[in-house]
């Protein structure tokens, strides 16, 4: 009897090593907003090939697409993060937008909505300011529009599949942003 309890404590131990492994991995694997920074830090897009700067593209988004809302937030603030976007041509800056402005105003109308009423204006300001900021890395009339498109479907998407409530409550944060859309 002590031998068969000598080997399931031994299993039982097994099982939590290779558990404690497996959430060590997923953790890691999991990008985070200093490795994302960290990326974009070792990937200096003006000293690669077009191959290369299309390998580094994607594999921000995929890492950006995988941050949180603040993680994000806190990205797009990020100088380093603004220089990279800057060095992107323009059909890149448009390839980068439309594959993560999507997720992110998703995430970004969710934590407005679920924010006090009275800290909406500021935080949709500030929003605002930064897509502005964004959009000037795009100076050809053709890509303006198509980031005024870009933007301003993915957060019609957003507002076609919330819940009436929310879009009740989020029309006027909408409109602004829409507002904003139609005078860049």
């Given at each position: ?36 920074i ?119 998407a ?27």
């Amino acid at each position: 009897m002590n031998a068969t309890r000598r080997k399931g404590a031994l299993i039982l131990l097994g099982v939590w090593v290779l558990a404690a492994g497996i959430i060590g991995l997923t953790r890691e694997s999991k990008p985070t907003l200093e490795s994302v920074i960290a990326y974009v830090r070792q990937n200096d897009l003006r000293q690669k090939s077009p191959v290369e700067r299309e390998r580094i593209v994607a594999g921000l988004v995929r890492r950006q697409n995988e941050l949180t809302f603040e993680q994000r937030t806190e990205l797009r603030r990020n100088e380093l993060f603004f220089q990279t976007v800057g060095a992107m041509t323009s059909a890149e800056r448009l390839e980068h937008l439309a594959a993560t402005f999507p997720s992110y105003s998703k995430l970004m109308m969710e934590a407005i909505y679920k924010m006090p009423r009275d800290q909406r204006p500021p935080f949709v300001d500030a929003l605002v300011n930064e897509c502005r900021r964004y959009v000037t890395l795009n100076r050809e009339p053709e890509s303006r529009r198509r980031v005024q498109q870009i933007i301003g479907d993915s957060l019609r998407a957003w507002l076609e599949t919330a819940d009436p409530r929310a879009r009740a409550e989020m029309k006027p944060v909408f409109d602004q942003m829409q507002a904003w859309l139609v005078i860049i």
